[in-house]
C-alpha cells in the first residue's frame, strides 16, 4: 500500500512499450533464425553435392538452431535489462524520496485513469486532500528533521488507514497527500476520510528532544463524468478549506452540484456588484 501502485502506473506508462519492444525483437530474432537456417542448410547443401546425406542436413539445421537460440537469449536478456532500468528509472520520477509514496506526477496519471473511468460510467472514484494542520509549527518548534520524520510517519498511517488492495494514496508536495477512494459514495468517501483523520490524529511521533502529535484536515469530494485534474483538485481544495475554517482536524464534503451553485452564486454577486458600479458611474 505504501507504494500506492494501485493504478498499475508503470503498466500504464511503460509496459505496453516493453511489451511492444519484446514482440518486435522476438519477430526479428526469428526471421533472422529462419535466414539462418536457409542459408546454412543451402551452404551444406552445396558443399554435400548430390551425394549429399541427410545426417549431414540434421547437423546444420542443429547448428543454425543452436545459434538462433544463443542470439535470441542475448537479445532477450538485453532487452529484459533495458526494461528494468527504464521501470526503475520510470519509478524513481514518480516517487517521493521521503515518504515512499508516489508523488504529484504520478498522482495526475491516476487520477486521469479514474476521471476516464467516470466519463465512461464506470467505478466511481473520490478524490481526499489531506493538509496537516499547523506543520510549520512542528519544524519551527522542533526542527526539519523532526518535520520530516512526521511527514514520514503521517504517510504510513494515511496508507494504513485505507485499503491496500482498492485505493490509492499519493503525496502532492509539503504537508499535502492526496487520496484517490475507489467504488466511494459520498458516505463511504466520508467513511474513508474519517478513518484517515483518526488514523493522523492517533499518530505520536517520537523524535530524540519530544514527542509529536499532528492532526489532519481533509477535503472530499466525488469525481463526476466532465472532470479533469484541476478541476477536481480545485473542489477538493474548496472543501479542505472548509474544514480548516471550521477548526481543522475535521472532514468537509464538496459535491460537484454544490461547487457549481456555489460559483454561480459568486458570479451573481459580482455581476450585481459590477451593475451598481455601471449606475454610479
Known amino acids: 500500500m505504501l507504494s500506492g501502485w494501485s493504478f498499475q502506473m508503470f503498466g500504464k506508462l511503460a509496459h505496453v512499450r516493453s511489451r511492444r519492444d519484446v514482440v518486435l525483437a522476438s519477430l526479428v530474432i526469428t ?10 542448410t543451402a551452404l551444406a547443401t552445396a558443399t554435400l553435392g548430390t551425394n549429399g546425406n541427410i545426417a549431414s542436413l540434421w547437423v546444420a539445421a542443429e547448428v543454425a538452431a543452436v545459434i538462433a537460440f544463443a542470439l535470441s537469449y542475448g537479445v532477450v536478456d538485453s532487452i529484459r535489462r533495458i526494461v528494468k532500468g527504464k521501470l526503475w528509472i520510470e519509478r524513481l520520477a514518480m516517487t517521493d524520496d521521503l515518504t515512499g509514496l508516489p508523488n504529484r506526477r504520478a ?6 485513469d479514474a476521471i476516464a473511468g467516470a466519463d465512461a460510467g464506470e467505478t466511481p472514484y473520490a478524490l481526499l486532500i489531506v493538509d496537516l494542520d499547523h506543520f510549520k509549527r ?20 494515511l ?8 485505493d490509492w494514496v499519493g503525496r502532492l508536495g ?28 492517533a499518530l505520536r511521533v517520537e523524535t530524540s528532544s519530544a514527542e509529536i502529535a499532528v492532526t489532519a484536515s481533509i477535503g472530499v469530494t466525488p469525481l463526476v463524468a466532465g472532470d479533469n485534474v484541476a478541476s477536481a483538485l480545485q473542489r477538493a481544495d474548496e472543501a ?42
Not at 159 to 166: G, I, K, N, P, Q
Open 240 to 281: 479542505l478549506y472548509a474544514a480548516k475554517r471550521a477548526g481543522r482536524n475535521q472532514v468537509s464534503w464538496r459535491s460537484a452540484q454544490e461547487n457549481a451553485s456555489l460559483l454561480e452564486d459568486v458570479r451573481s454577486r459580482r455581476r450585481g456588484k459590477d451593475e451598481r458600479w455601471r449606475r454610479l458611474a
Open 174 to 201: 509539503g504537508e499535502e497527500f492526496v487520496a484517490l477512494i475507489v467504488a466511494a459514495d459520498e458516505e463511504m468517501a466520508r467513511c474513508a476520510a474519517e478513518s484517515a483523520r483518526a488514523a493522523i490524529e
Open 107 to 112: 498522482f495526475v496519471v491516476a487520477a486521469e
Open 31 to 40: 526471421a533472422v533464425s529462419v535466414v539462418l537456417s536457409v542459408v546454412l
Open 138 to 157: 512542528v519544524n519551527d518548534l522542533h526542527g526539519h528533521r523532526a518535520g520530516d520524520q512526521a511527514l514520514h510517519e503521517a504517510a504510513q498511517a
Open 159 to 166: 496508507a494504513r488507514s485505507l485499503r491496500a488492495d482498492m
